[in-house]
């Protein structure tokens, strides 16, 4: 019995609340871990964009996916030992250029990419100026020209006979129309996923005044601008706060893919997003445009979305349950489908 130790209530409530305090310590350790892990994993998908991009012909475009060791004939065997669909191997516009949204870059389509390379397509996500890993400062990015410009110069590289198919998310849509009216010949098709498709003298901003408020009332009040350039300067650019972000893009999203892109988003530049469009309809009018509308969205609302719809109708519109503002995080296997079924349409 000499080994016996007594141990007062207050022994016992020290010895408990010292035991709590590791496994709390534990626990804590392993978020600190995993948020350390999921930055790693940004960081190296960010440094292979940019060993990519210095293989791109000199181009400004920052992009990811079709590497050479990754490529496949559309002809070659795909890895799980299944041959390309038939449709496939006849088609001649099997690149798709895939085109983020606001705060997002290249980054977040990893897996499209992946999926789209699987049955022998060619995707390339292109970082716009000032998101994701391209250097430019995002206070510095004032017009939807500058803010365009990796796409354009992408889409102005081609090989003369080529053309392209485009996919646009969110505001990618204004970059994606912006291309339309400024190289309508190198577009096959245009994809809006649940994204600003506006109309001629159209804001992007104006397509989210549903959830953000007029124009005048988000420029006094938010609390998200930013001043780059000083207090007493307009705005430059706009950042949501993570939880505002995570209810608002994410409430669908599995939460590995969250945590990446909360430390892999950048802030908004303004200008572009307040910038009205000029679309012709000898240019921009005769393109070929595709919806997808995304149904359980609490950023652009289903309501929104058909309204967009509805005021410039595109030739075919497709929706998918259950996601919300970010498919490619989402539903990425719906994604992946609507776009080979767009991809194949003649």
Not at 200 to 207: C, E
């Amino acid at each position: 019995m000499g080994n016996l130790i007594c141990m007062t209530k207050k022994d016992t409530r020290d010895n408990n609340h010292g035991s709590k305090s590791k496994r709390m310590g534990r626990s804590q350790r392993k978020l600190l871990a995993e948020e350390e892990f999921l930055h790693r994993q940004a960081l190296s998908m960010a440094l292979q964009q940019h060993q990519l991009s210095q293989r791109f012909d000199g181009s400004m475009s920052r992009r990811i996916g079709s590497t050479s060791s990754r490529r496949r004939n559309l002809s070659d065997p795909f890895s799980n030992g299944k041959q390309a669909p038939d449709f496939l191997e006849n088609m001649k516009l099997n690149k798709l250029v895939l085109v983020h949204g606001e705060g997002f870059g290249a980054w977040c389509w990893y897996k499209t990419i992946a999926l789209l390379e699987e049955v022998g397509l060619v995707p390339i996500a292109i970082d716009l100026t000032g998101s994701g890993i391209d250097l430019a400062d995002t206070n510095s990015v004032t017009t939807l020209a500058e803010y365009s410009k990796p796409l354009i110069s992408y889409l102005e590289n081609l090989p003369e006979d080529e053309q392209v198919i485009l996919v646009g998310h969110s505001t990618g849509g204004a970059c994606v129309s912006y291309a339309l009216e400024h190289c309508p010949q190198k577009i096959s098709k245009a994809i809006f996923l649940c994204a600003t498709m506006v109309s001629d003298g159209q804001r992007p901003f104006d397509v989210f005044a549903e959830e953000l408020g007029s124009t005048e009332r988000f420029m006094q009040e938010s609390q998200f601008l930013i001043h780059g350039n000083g207090k007493d300067k307009p705005p430059t650019g706009f950042m949501f706060e993570k939880q505002q972000m995570k209810g608002l893009y994410f409430n669908q999203s599995p939460t590995k893919d969250v945590a990446l892109a909360m430390v892999s988003m950048r802030p908004i530049p303004l200008g572009p997003v307040m910038e009205k469009l000029s679309l012709s309809p000898e240019k921009y009018g005769t393109g070929r445009r595709f919806f997808i509308q995304t149904l359980d969205d609490h950023a652009l609302s289903p309501d929104v979305q058909e309204k967009l719809v509805r005021d410039s109708p595109p030739e075919r519109v497709f929706k998918i349950k259950g996601s919300d503002h970010c498919p490619f995080f989402s539903k990425p296997q719906s994604l992946h489908k609507i776009l080979l079924e767009i991809a194949r349409i003649p």
